[in-house]
């Protein structure tokens, strides 16, 4: 393990500790895994054998890698703590739009990302006309491709066809692509001082110190003192529990998720495909030249018990869609088993006034750890990566002209980020809701009426409007 001190003396923090003096703002929940003592009780004593850091990140994933990568390039060092003993290898794909590649734009590794990945063109909707008393396996797709359009046909009892977009029509400023969550690690990565991420690093506890710096402690005994923490421990973040933050909750769906390899070209148009069906929906999109990232997402009235086994999962992922167009199970057949995988989706509302808020002190939250929500627009990674570029700006200001604290800075940068990552968690819950809704009625007006009449690309898409100074 390499640990590494932040050369830079950067901040001069003008830390409240006031909102660590109620403990039961981190102990709403009962159940904790972690070894976790109220703050406020625990103001402890600096010890000999402990690591000074001005800033630590926890968690190497897009949240923190974006966010020690913004700071890295305002000249500001992080230390980077990560759990696992590498970047996250395994995994499949995340389709990004056009605010995920601003950030990673200002990021500065937007341009060696889209050398690697397809610009997707259109996106195709393939919904199941599931009218009362007709059977899934009854519905056959047609799809027709037209220069330069993505066009499907729905054979179904009445024969209608429901609508395809191409993405650029509808906003010439629109961009998509899907990208291998490891090459997004490691582009990241790349971009740090080698020492500047530990890993085998996993948090196990924190306490306040009697100077007022957050006391880290790892699970292998390793103390680190930090003036600042900035917490991108994902969706079951440790931090965010210690903060007062419910466990995220389960919305009912399951997503069976993978990377199909066709080691000779794979043979798809750049194009989203998304077949809907009752209670079941399932998509694929071309990645690379060699690589198609597929989902299925299903109802389950829980997450069930968590399965590592490939070949079960495909077992169970084809089930869900034996009577559907082949090339599912195609897919399904070509994903190597380290790129299979099952989540069980879950979100969290941050409620105005109920909710805590996204910082204490000197301590805040980014990405999943504050705001899990469903993929159901595809923008968990990309406000992740929204989240980074405001802090940093938020936080250098405050670290460099010192006008601001660093409490302030953290302030006001869950101002900033709660009017958009809130509305954005309640749509895509409620879009997931509706396209996995499994009663007949209902499918047919979502079928007949919802989809044909009212569903518009251009307002569907308004949330991925979003605009950045450089940093
Ligand atoms: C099925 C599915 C499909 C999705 N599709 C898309 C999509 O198409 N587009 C999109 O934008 N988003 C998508 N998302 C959302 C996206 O995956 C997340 O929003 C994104 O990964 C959040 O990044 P993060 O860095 O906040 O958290 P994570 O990626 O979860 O990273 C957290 C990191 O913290 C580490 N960590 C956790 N606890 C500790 C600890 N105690 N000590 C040290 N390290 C720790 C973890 O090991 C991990 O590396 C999807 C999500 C799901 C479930």
């Given at each position: 393990m390499a640990l590494s001190s932040s050369t830079l003396l950067l901040v001069k923090s003008h830390l409240s500790l006031s909102s660590f003096s109620n403990p039961s703002l981190y102990f709403r929940r009962g159940e904790t895994r972690l070894r976790v003592r109220p703050i406020s009780l625990s103001i402890i004593n600096a010890r000999a054998d402990e690591r000074k850091e001005d800033i630590v990140i926890v968690g190497a994933g897009i949240a923190g890698l974006a966010t020690a990568v913004s700071l890295q390039r305002l000249g500001i060092r992080t230390l980077v703590l990560e759990?696992?003993?590498?970047?996250?290898?395994g995994g499949t794909s995340l389709t990004l739009f056009k605010n995920g590649w601003k950030a990673l734009d200002a990021i500065g590794v937007g341009n060696d990302l889209r050398s690697q990945f397809l610009e997707i063109q259109g996106r195709c909707f393939s919904w199941l006309m599931i009218s009362l008393g007709i059977r899934l396996e009854n519905h056959w797709f047609i799809f027709e491709e037209y220069p330069g359009i993505c066009r499907l046909a729905i054979k179904s009892e009445d024969g209608r066809e429901l609508r395809s977009f191409r993405f650029k029509d509808e906003d010439e400023s629109q961009e998509v692509r899907a990208v291998e969550r490891r090459v997004l690690l490691e582009t990241l990565a790349s971009r740090l001082p080698p020492d500047a991420i530990s890993f085998s690093s996993k948090l196990a506890n924190i306490e306040r110190s009697e100077n007022g710096e957050t006391l880290l402690e790892l699970e292998d005994g390793i103390r680190i003192s930090a003036k600042i923490l900035i917490a991108c421990d994902g969706i079951r973040s440790p931090v965010a529990k210690l903060m007062g933050f419910p466990e995220p909750n389960y919305v009912g769906h399951c997503a069976f998720r993978g990377l199909a390899y066709f080691p000779e070209g794979q043979p798809f148009e750049p194009k989203v495909n998304y077949i809907y069906g009752k209670g079941v929906r399932a998509g694929y999109v071309p990645v690379s030249e060699t690589k198609v990232y597929w989902f299925i997402c299903y109802n389950s009235s829980s997450p069930g018990p968590k399965i590592t086994d490939p070949s079960i999962l495909r077992q169970q992922a084809e089930q869900l869609v034996r009577n559907w167009p082949t090339e599912l199970i195609n897919l399904i057949n070509l994903t190597p088993d380290d790129t299979i995988i099952r989540t069980s989706l879950v979100d969290r509302w941050l409620w105005p006034s109920i909710s805590p808020p996204a910082s204490t002190g000197s301590i805040v939250l980014v990405g999943d750890a504050w705001h899990p929500m469903t993929p159901n627009l595809g923008q968990g990674a990309c406000c992740a990566l929204e989240d980074s570029i405001v802090l940093t700006k938020k936080l250098a200001e405050a670290i460099k002209s010192k006008r601001t604290s660093v409490e302030d800075a953290f302030k006001a940068y869950g101002s900033e980020r709660w009017p958009r990552i809130f509305p954005l968690t309640v749509r895509a819950y409620l879009v997931g809701a509706l396209l996995q809704w499994d009663n007949p009625v209902i499918c047919a007006v979502r079928d007949n009426i919802v989809v044909p009449k009212l569903v518009r690309l251009g307002p569907v898409l308004e949330h991925t409007n979003f605009e950045f100074d450089p940093l």
């Open positions: 759990q696992g003993e590498s970047l996250r290898t």
